[in-house]
Nanobody, 119 residues
Framework: QVQVVESGGGLVQPGGSLKLSCAASGSIFSIYAMGWYRQAPGKQRELVAV???????NYADSVKGRFTISRDNAKNTVYLQMNSLKPEDTAVYLC?????????????WGQGTQVTVSS
């Protein structure tokens, strides 16, 4: 059984910062990539940032220079440092993990954490 759990969301003022965490746990053999997506009300889910096992990163244009994705391999955890937050960053942030458990490879999703940027 594999679980992906996000934490760190909350309410922040424009220009502020938040750091999200996403931990994968359970019977994990290897992790190929972990990433963050977000979904605002009435909008489609969009990629925010992804980090692959070889260290490659990919960011949405809207967050480049403001957000940084990083990882702690020993903890199977990925982080999203979000700086200079804007109201348009308000969304539910979801983490996913492309990993191989002892059985097979698939993508697992967390439940999401709410980020609200408002004064």
């Amino acid at each position: 059984q594999v679980q992906v759990v996000e934490s760190g969301g909350g309410l922040v003022q424009p220009g502020g910062s938040l750091k999200l965490s996403c931990a994968a746990s359970g019977s994990i053999f290897s992790i190929y990539a972990m990433g963050w997506y977000r979904q605002a009300p009435g909008k489609q889910r969009e990629l925010v940032a992804v980090l692959t096992s070889d260290g490659s990163t990919n960011y949405a244009d809207s967050v480049k220079g403001r957000f940084t994705i990083s990882r702690d391999n020993a903890k199977n955890t990925v982080y999203l440092q979000m700086n200079s937050l804007k109201p348009e960053d308000t969304a539910v942030y979801l983490c996913n993990a492309d990993l191989r458990s002892t059985s097979y490879r698939r993508i697992y999703w967390g439940q999401g954490t709410q980020v609200t940027v408002s004064s």
